[in-house]
């Protein structure tokens, strides 16, 4: 089986601007998460989504916002880009919420 | 909510030596411990977990063991090799009404020496 991918590998955004980030999870995966990660926080949740409901989010501001398509793949989007969001984005996937999350490659945001 | 502490953050350990990673966490409700492995510039791995009805669980030279009563668990890498060299992060996680979300400890950097 192919693994999890996420598209972009890269951005470069500047301040204010909208990113939208893509995940493919795993085939027969329903449940996507999504994490930051950075250098001072480590890996922090974003929000869960299972059969295109989000069922669990973090404790981040509403300028995330995440949401699942009909194949399992999910999209997050950040609005009003800061500084402080440039990070790793990882996605995991699972067959089901109480099964072994699979990561992706990430995207690597930066923020000028 | 859950909070997962995670020690040592860095490590250094010989060849052939053993490596003892360790974490708490504070919601005594969380049921399920991961432990990934991230290289640097790649992805975290998945390589060991455990479930809160096994005390114990072995893959090979990897180990992990889990108190419940203390709320703790451990990593433990035995015979250690210089592809063992990563960061190494422990999770909790709480599967309740279908959903579960990890809460990973800080990580830590262990470094295997030739």
């Known amino acids: 089986k192919a693994g999890v991918t996420q598209t972009p590998r890269y951005l470069i955004k500047t301040r204010g601007q909208q990113v939208t980030l893509s995940c493919s999870p795993i085939?027969?995966?329903?449940?996507v998460s999504w994490y930051q990660q950075t250098p001072g926080q480590g890996l922090q949740f974003l929000f869960e989504?299972?059969?295109?409901?989000?069922?669990n989010k973090g404790n981040f501001p509403g300028r995330f916002s995440g949401r699942q398509f009909s194949n399992s793949r999910s999209e997050m989007n950040v609005s009003t880009l800061e500084l402080g969001d440039s990070a790793l984005y990882l996605c995991?996937?699972?067959?089901?919420?109480?099964?072994?999350?699979?990561f992706g490659d990430g995207t690597r945001l930066s923020i000028l | 909510g859950e909070n997962v502490e995670q020690h040592p953050s860095t490590l250094s350990v010989q060849e052939g030596d053993s490596a003892v990673i360790k974490c708490t966490y504070s919601?005594?409700?969380?049921?399920?411990f991961p432990w990934y492995k991230q290289e640097l510039g790649k992805r975290p791995q998945l390589i060991i977990d455990i479930r809160s009805n096994v005390g114990e669980k072995k893959d090979q030279r990897i180990a992990v063991t889990l108190n419940k009563t203390a709320k703790h668990f451990s990593l433990h890498i035995t015979e250690t090799q210089p592809e063992d060299s990563a960061v190494y992060f422990c999770?909790?996680?709480?599967?309740?009404?279908?959903?579960?979300?990890?809460?990973f400890g800080k990580g830590t950097m262990l470094l295997v020496s030739p």
């Open positions: 999770a909790a996680s709480m599967v309740n009404s279908g959903y579960s979300t990890l809460t």
């Open positions: 995991a996937s699972s067959e089901e919420a109480d099964q072994p999350q699979h």
């Open positions: 919601d005594s409700a969380s049921n399920y």
């Open positions: 989504y299972f059969s295109e409901t989000q069922r």
């Open positions: 085939s027969g995966h329903r449940s």
